[in-house]
């Protein structure tokens, strides 16, 4: 059964190859197989949250008819999935080729595990069984995942064989040709622990909440901690594969002097240091820095290469404005130490006391704390603001226009590589899947990217009838001439080969031309 659904062949599929090639199906990239998936995922996830907050009576006390509500709504979602997988399994490949397809989707360890994520709440319908026990069974649901897990573990095992170790760890961390959904998936799982850990260290600032959820702040900063000890360690350890870090204590060293690897250091350092040398010292400050995590999100995101990049190509204009900026300030804070000092000794005691103010008037804040009282400063000031408003606007406009200009060619970097790719007139799955990943850290969606593969066809198209791409003609000058001259030469060519009496009378008739057109023809026509 092909896999694209069309409008010609969806009235002959039966009723279960409809729901496998709709929800199941994950060869066909016109369905709901990833989004169905994404939701179930969630879904599962919620249920292990829950799990947790039950056991915390604060929480699962007041709210115990909301808990059980999603607990209906959780066991529904998953008896309904698990229904239509059974139904549609004489669709699937896995199962069509047996006598009892059925049956077989039955026996299958994904489908024992999603049963027996459900199987025991309808048990307790007729057999009494302990509530702890139940809860427990709910753990279960949690090896729903392995649906997402397995096939790319198995993916990654098949792509790294014969590849050492090392190697394995460093496609692991890092995205490579052999990498797979696998290294994804862990990329994924340490955002979200990113997040996690810091929401933690957020909402634990509040005593009312850290009264309630201390022990459990223990728990997830211990389980976060363990995580991103692992990551840094690994990371260190497969280094040496990177050409940048060739050696083995060479390498390593440079490595861990890198900034993102500095980030993941200081993300974990906070936690033993407070754990060794609380005795001695009081450390708790410490905890604060352990915001420091949210650093690590550079290293899943372009953005701050793209903001690096941007910054380093207008670095000598910043430099400038950001020098006129510091000159206009020492400049109004010793202005206002002049003006005021006398007045407000209390306030304007000194020229870096008076800083404080300056920058805050300058930058158009204002919050009223240090004001001017006499009327040369307070005209001082009036001036002050107007300038400010544009002075310190310059930087930021700067750095928008670079960050916009910079992320502009990136994206035509992937122009680039599709024309590389397409010399042949045709776009490989290898190159595709390459193209996506490139255009997928660019943040251009798949639609995006296949309206550009529709427009370098169209462009290949026109250039070989003898026209070039409209964006060569735009870019340069020379190009728009000999296409100029190009398209002379086709109209002396129509010229010669049509009917030149017939087509000036057809010039002649009003309206079919316009008057450019006409005195166009006529100067062909007269040379």
């Known amino acids: 059964m092909d896999s694209n659904i069309t409008a010609q062949n969806r009235p002959s599929l039966t009723l279960s190859g409809f729901i496998h090639a709709w929800f199941f199906d994950q060869n066909n990239p016109n369905n709901y197989q990833k989004t169905f998936d994404k939701w179930i ?53 896995e199962f069509s080729k047996s006598k009892l397809p059925r049956f077989a989707f039955i026996r299958s360890p994904y489908a024992i595990i999603d049963l027996a994520a459900i199987l025991p709440f309808y048990l307790a319908l007729f057999i009494p069984l302990d509530l702890r026990v139940l809860r427990l069974l709910r753990l279960l649901r949690l090896l ?113 002097k890198s900034p993102l690897a500095i980030i993941d250091f200081l993300a974990i350092v906070p936690f033993f240091l407070e754990g060794l040398l609380h005795q001695i010292f009081d450390l708790r400050f410490l905890r604060i820095f352990r915001l420091m995590r949210l650093l690590k999100l550079t290293r899943y995101t372009t953005s701050t290469g793209t903001l690096s990049k941007a910054l380093e190509r207008e670095w000598p204009v910043i430099a400038a404005s950001t020098f006129i900026m510091l000159l206009l300030v020492v400049l109004t804070a010793s202005l ?21 103010w300056a920058v805050i008037t300058l930058a158009s804040v204002g919050y009223g704390d240090i004001s001017p009282i006499t009327p040369v400063g307070r005209l001082m000031t009036i001036v002050m603001a107007l300038v400010g408003i544009g002075i310190f606007a310059v930087p930021a406009a700067i750095l928008s226009t670079a960050f916009n200009d910079q992320l502009h060619k990136d994206r035509e970097s992937i122009h680039t590589d ?64 000999e296409q100029f001259r190009h398209s002379i030469g086709h109209l002396r060519q129509i010229m010669a080969v049509g009917d030149a009496a017939k087509v000036r009378q057809l010039f002649d008739v009003p309206g079919r031309a316009t008057d450019d057109e006409r005195a166009v023809w006529k100067l062909l026509d007269r040379s």
């Open 41 to 93: 995922y969630l879904l599962i996830i919620a249920n292990a949250v829950c799990l947790v907050a039950e056991h915390i009576p604060a929480i699962f006390d007041p709210y115990q008819a909301r808990f059980h509500q999603f607990e209906l709504f959780s066991l529904v979602v998953f008896t309904i999935e698990y229904i239509m997988r059974l139904f549609a399994a004489p669709a699937d490949p």
């Open 144 to 256: 729903k995942l392995l649906r997402a897990v397995i096939p790319a573990i198995q993916e990654f095992a098949q792509a790294n064989r014969g590849r050492t170790f090392r190697q394995q760890v460093f496609a692991l961390l890092n995205p490579t040709p052999t990498s797979g959904k696998l290294q994804e998936m862990i990329d994924s799982f340490v955002v979200w622990w990113v997040f996690i850990s810091v929401v933690c260290v957020i909402i634990e600032s509040v005593d009312s909440i850290h009264y309630v959820l201390g022990m459990q702040f223990v728990y997830v900063d211990v389980i976060s901690v363990t995580i991103f000890t692992m990551e840094y360690l690994f990371r260190i350890y497969s280094c040496v594969e990177d050409p940048r870090y060739q050696g083995a204590i060479k390498g390593r060293i440079d490595a861990a």
């Open 336 to 356: 206002g130490f002049l003006f005021e000092h006398q007045a407000q000794p209390e306030k304007f005691e000194n020229i870096p006391q008076s800083i404080y």
């Open 418 to 481: 599709l024309m590389h790719y397409m010399k042949d007139g045709e776009l490989s799955a290898d190159e595709r899947v390459k193209l996506l990943e490139a255009a997928a850290a660019l943040h251009v969606t798949e639609q995006e990217v296949d309206l550009l593969i529709e427009r370098v066809k169209e462009e290949k198209e026109l250039a070989q009838n003898g026209m070039l791409p409209i964006d060569a003609i735009k870019r340069e000058p020379e190009v728009a001439f």
